[in-house]
Structures are given as structure tokens and as C-alpha cells.
């Protein structure tokens, strides 16, 4: 790696020690590499610019918009309340409806801290007065909240695609099976780990009381099928099966459950700009990084260098998974791939590494970052929710993280997992 690319790097790092937010870190790295370096600075502004206007990045705010729109209308209730009715009678049944839960729920808003900000509030007491350790609840919470990034419609997808450029719609599809993998290696550990508590029997649901329970979830059940349906029948594109749910949500909050109100709009829409800006401030400054990366050679010297060690794909692989747990543990999953993809697209390209397959393996690597100390962005929302300590929750997220790293393993090594779904429907 040239001084360059040092340079670059190790002004990251830095300012991420001092505290610095990961966009503010990354613009502010790049723009000293650009002056240090007599770099042309007009980069900055149009890279930025040319990053973010970007018909496909619309998703991103509407599928946010989207999220907090169904949790507002009360969906993240109802869907409980059927998985609670369907499984909460089983012993370790709470551990399997929030599991559950977040996948229906990562469905509809796209986003990880949205999950676990929406569903931890109700299931995080809940499973305390059931018996659990409320460290137990809050890391599995925080661990299941992770497939909001990996079943579809999912931001960290979006945001590949376009990087990549990779079909959404095909990564979408990529995704469910290793999404509902990822989901029940999460449940078989919850089991196990509920092994040790004595936890609250519950009686069946009665036929009736599974019915209700449907009928008031099935508008949020739906969610999935309107968005891949959609866009799989060229109705729409995903970008704008963005846009469709949103107003799906909206006419289901006003008209069939009639819990959002019209004053609840500018809240909505507030909190959702926050976010959303947010996102595209990182998205903008890792492009100029990104750009660095890739113009003054680094990308290829550490490509050059990888390569140089080995050739065989499956210890690739491994290396690079090795590398994105490691990276997902201090950088969200939007920066990780701006940063990271330049330099390792060329790799997988030479072992001939299918990269929607690797799309698949790099969200699920970033998701299982989102629970990894020390800034687990999943953790600190969970801790939030639960009022414990950053150390048990991280030392109770450790059975989960095995759990997640197994599944993780399958995905990588057994590539029908993610592409046999998108290979049947022709994709």
C-alpha cells in the first residue's frame, strides 16, 4: 500500500478513536488525503454528488419511511401477537415468536436498529416476566433485529447493488433462504440457551384465538409478498416497491387498523429525514473514500497482495470473512461496502466468486457486526431498551454470535443456499 492509501487509513482510524461519527471520519480523512496528496479537490463535491443522485438510492428513504409508518400503525404488535399465538405455548416459545417476529418485521422496514427499535420495546419486558435473563432477551432481540439487513427489502442490499452493480431485485431473492437460515440458527440456540431458566408455561391458542390473531396480522403479512410480488411480476421496480409500500402503510394505518393519525404525519416524516439523511451522508462520504481507493491503485495493491497468498477460493473466502467480522465490529454496513467492495471485487472476479452470492455473504457478515462489541449499533439500542449494561449484553450475545457464524460458514460454503432460489425463477 502506497503512502497514499496509509495515509488514508490511518487518518480513518484515528479519527474513529477520537469518537468521530463514521461520516464525519470518512469525508474528513478523504479531504485531508486530497490536500496532502495536491489531489484535485473538486472530486470531493462531484464524487459526492454523483454518489447520491442515484434513482435507485430513493429506496433507501422510502423503505425507512415505510418501517416507522407500519410500526406507528400498530403492526409490530399484531405480528407478535400471532407468532406469540402460534408458537408461545412451546417451551423457549417467546425466544422463537421474537425471532419470528423480526423476520416478519425486517420484511416491511429494511433496517436492523429499526427492528430491534420497534419490536425490543414489547419483547424485551415481555421475556423478562417470562423468566428469561433480561441480558438473554436483550442480545437475542438485538441478534434477531440483524435479519432486518438480510431478508428483503433490505437497505444493505440496495446499497450493494449499487456498488456492485448487481440486479436488487435478484439479491433480494438471494436472500430469503439465507435470512430464514440465519433466522433458525438463532432459534435452535435460543432453545438451548432457555434450557436453564424456569420459564412460564402458556396454554394452546384455541382455533378462534388463531384466527383473530391472523386476521389483525395479515395486513402486515402481506407487506413481503406485495413487495416481491411486485416487483417479480414487472409491476414495479424495487425503488419504486419502495414508494408502494409506503402508501400501503399509509392506508392501512388510516383505514384498516386506524391507529395512525394525520398529526402523527409530520412526525413521521421528521424522523424519517433524520435517518435518511444520515444514511446518505455516509453513502456520500465513502464514495470519495471509495474513489481514493480505487484511482491512486490501493484497491488493487491489497487485491495484488491477497492473490499473491493464495489462489484457492475457499481460503479466499475465508480470509475475507475473517476480514468483514473483524471490520463489521467498528463500521456500519453501508460504509463497510463503499470502503471494502473496490478492493474486493477484483479478487472475486479472478476466483470467479458469483457476486451476488457474495452480496448475500457480505450483509450477513455486516449483520452479524451489528451485534459484535464494541459498536454494535444492535446492542446499544437493545441496551437502551432494557436499561443493563454494555457488558452483559455482550457477554450473553456470545451463544448467538456462534450460532450466527455457523450460519454465516453454511452460506459461504454451500452456494445453493443463496442462489438456488434466484437460479429456479430464472433470474
Known sequence: MGPVGITLFLLFFVLLVFNLPIASALGLASVITLLTFDLPTRVYAYTMFSATAKFTLLAIPFFILAGMIMERAGISRRLIDFANKSVGHLRGGLAIVTVLTSSFFAAISGSGPATVAALGSILIPAMDEEGYDKGMASALVATSGAIGIIIPPSIAFVVYGVVAQVSIGKLFIAGIVPGLLFGLSLIVMSLIVSR????????????????????????????????????????????????????????????????????????????????????????????????????????????????????????????????????????????????????????????????????????????????????????????????????????????????????????TYIPAIALWLPDFMGL
Request: proline share 4%.
Open 196 to 411: 436453564k431458566y424456569e420459564l412460564k408455561t402458556h396454554k394452546v391458542a384455541s382455533p378462534k384465538e388463531m384466527l383473530i390473531s391472523l386476521k389483525n396480522a395479515f395486513w402486515g403479512l402481506m407487506t413481503p409478498i406485495i413487495i416481491l410480488g411486485g416487483i417479480y411480476s414487472g409491476i414495479f421496480t424495487p425503488t419504486e416497491a419502495a414508494g408502494v409500500v409506503v402508501f400501503y402503510g399509509l392506508f392501512v394505518g388510516f383505514f384498516i387498523y386506524k391507529e395512525l393519525k394525520v398529526r402523527d404525519l409530520f412526525d413521521l416524516l421528521v424522523d424519517a429525514s433524520i435517518s435518511s439523511a444520515t444514511v446518505m451522508l455516509i453513502v456520500a462520504s465513502a464514495s470519495v473514500f471509495a474513489w481514493l481507493i480505487t484511482t491512486q491503485g490501493v484497491a488493487n495493491n491489497i487485491a495484488n497482495a491477497m492473490m499473491s497468498l493464495t489462489t484457492n477460493p475457499i481460503i479466499i473466502l475465508l480470509m475475507i470473512n475473517i476480514f468483514l467480522l473483524v471490520a463489521g465490529m467498528f463500521i456500519d454496513a453501508i460504509s463497510a461496502m463503499y470502503i471494502l467492495l473496490p478492493i474486493f471485487i477484483p479478487i472475486l472476479n479472478s476466483v470467479g466468486v458469483d457476486l451476488t452470492l457474495f452480496g448475500v455473504i457480505m450483509t450477513v457478515n455486516l449483520a452479524i457486526g451489528q451485534v459484535t462489541p464494541p459498536v454494535g449499533v444492535n446492542l446499544y439500542v437493545a441496551c437502551g431498551i432494557s436499561k443493563i449494561g454494555m457488558n452483559q449484553i455482550s457477554r450473553s450475545v456470545v451463544p448467538f454470535l456462534i450460532a450466527s457464524i455457523i450460519a454465516l460458514m453454511l452460506i
